[in-house]
T-cell receptor, first 112, second 114 residues
Framework: KQEVTQIPAALSVPEGENLVLNCSFT??????LQWFRQDPGKGLTSLLL?????REQTSGRLNASLDKSSGRSTLYIAASQPGDSATYLC???????????FGTGTRLAVRP | GAVVSQHPSRVICKSGTSVKIECRSL??????MFWYRQFPKQSLMLMAT?????????EQGVEKDKFLINHASLTLSTLTVTSAHPEDSSFYIC??????????FGAGSRLTVL
């Protein structure tokens, strides 16, 4: 059974800092890994998708890496802004493509 | 606590038929549920927000007459794919709001339309 863990559970940083969010998963047989943000009361917003054959993806100030063999992914946020404050979730799609397992999330607060 | 059950996990149907997917919050009441879908090699995308007792709010580009969402009770939301076609084959997943800022997810439903 796939288990996805995110560390830290919560993070508070001053504006402008670069930061790293971690995601680990127990079963390396995955189809893809995705990072999302969730704003209070809203659904998920997709940030980055990494296929199992890829090692990283970048979008603007965001960079996500994937090390499938070690069961780890990191989300790097450069020059953080107050608007980045949200909960960040990683999710792993099983190799059969029919089950998505979410981590518990990292709650990020960026202070002005 | 905070478990969301989604059923069925896999469904195969013929083109032109309708398919219903259920999303239930087992041990809490969910006034808001969300429906997502994911096509192969694409990211999970929000389809609609379902509020108990009112009409669902659909994201741009999602046909409300094709994807019927009913949230008749605080523990059940259903997504019906009407007149399904092969291009509707996708992974559908629901989530429910639990508490102020927590979303709990179903395990997803893989729809294959032949």
């Amino acid at each position: 059974k796939q288990e996805v863990t995110q560390i830290p559970a919560a993070l508070s940083v001053p504006e402008g800092e670069n930061l790293v969010l971690n995601c680990s998963f127990t079963d390396s047989a995955i189809y893809n890994l995705q990072w999302f943000r969730q704003d209070p009361g809203k659904g998920l917003t997709s940030l980055l998708l990494i296929q199992s054959s890829q090692r990283e993806q970048t979008s603007g100030r965001l960079n996500a890496s994937l090390d499938k063999s070690s069961g780890r992914s990191t989300l790097y946020i450069a020059a953080s802004q107050p608007g980045d404050s949200a909960t960040y979730l990683c999710a792993v799609m099983g190799s059969s493509g029919d089950k998505l397992t979410f981590g518990t999330g990292t709650r990020l607060a960026v202070r002005p | 606590g905070a478990v969301v059950s989604q059923h069925p996990s896999r469904v195969i149907c013929k083109s032109g038929t309708s398919v219903k997917i259920e999303c239930r919050s087992l041990d809490f009441q969910a006034t808001t549920m969300f429906w997502y879908r994911q096509f192969p090699k694409q990211s999970l995308m929000l389809m609609a927000t379902s509020n108990e007792g009112s009409k669902a709010t659909y994201e741009q580009g999602v046909e409300k007459d094709k994807f019927l969402i009913n949230h008749a009770s605080l523990t059940l939301s259903t997504l019906t794919v009407t007149s399904a076609h092969p291009e509707d084959s996708s992974f559908y997943i629901c989530s429910a709001s639990y508490g102020a800022n927590v979303l709990t997810f179903g395990a997803g439903s893989r729809l294959t339309v032949l």
